[in-house]
């Protein structure tokens, strides 16, 4: 059986006024200096960073400053906490009801750890919608973390498809898939969502009506 799997900050969740701000607001703690949320952005998506632990690292090296990991995650987890219901939906119920209705599982890669992402499904009401949830927790390994390919490889195997199609949002997604296709052996294809990050000669949808098309002519072909 064929699946459809999904990244979600940026893809299913907006995340500009929650995570973006979370990163900005822990670098400016440890540098004492206001940051420009465009250049937040600039770092994390020209960089093709996944972690928006290791961009708020990332951010403080960038302007002179030095942090420990352990530091950041306290500080930016205090502030995304007073962020997140910010956050709203990119793809709504509807649009995961009429792909579920096409008969296929679904399912979520996602670098979020569990109890934000359980609170941000619960919130808007998606559990339902998806056979299996992989989260941050589910790998502990930063090593094996996207862009490797081992959660997607794993993704899949838990879910027992045949093959995939992976909807992302940014370089990591991509490399993520294209890596999975150099090492494994299933075949699994990648569509772009949105205008984070451009991506030459990469299928892309900018809507979610064109983003249902996408899917099912990706999944004819897979």
Aim: hydrophobic fraction near 40%; include cysteine; aromatic fraction near 12%.
């Amino acid at each position: 059986m064929k699946g459809m799997l999904f990244d979600v900050d940026g893809v299913i969740v907006d995340v500009k006024n929650s995570y973006h701000y979370a990163i900005k607001r822990t670098a400016e703690e440890f540098l004492g200096i206001e940051i420009p949320i465009e250049e937040v952005r600039r770092i994390k998506f020209s960089r093709g960073i996944n972690n928006d632990w290791l961009v708020t690292l990332e951010v403080i090296k960038e302007y002179g400053g030095k942090a420990e990991l352990h530091q950041v995650v306290e500080k930016f987890n205090q502030a995304y906490r007073l962020l997140r219901d910010k956050e709203e939906l990119i793809l709504d119920r509807g649009f995961f009801k009429k792909i579920k209705a096409l008969g296929y599982p679904l399912g979520i890669i996602t670098g979020r750890p569990r109890e934000d992402i359980e609170y941000t499904f619960e919130r808007f009401g998606l559990f339902e919608y998806f056979d299996f949830i992989l989260d941050d927790d589910y790998i502990p390994d930063p090593e094996l973390k996207k862009p490797h390919p081992f959660a997607l490889h794993l993704c899949i195997e838990s879910m027992n498809l045949s093959g995939c199609v992976y909807v992302g949002d940014s370089k990591a997604d991509w490399e993520m898939v294209m890596y999975y296709k150099k090492m494994y052996e299933k075949p699994a294809e990648y569509i772009h969502f949105g205008k984070n990050v451009n991506i030459d000669g990469v299928k892309t949808a900018h809507t979610p009506k064109e983003l249902i098309l996408a899917l099912q002519e990706a999944l004819m072909h897979l």
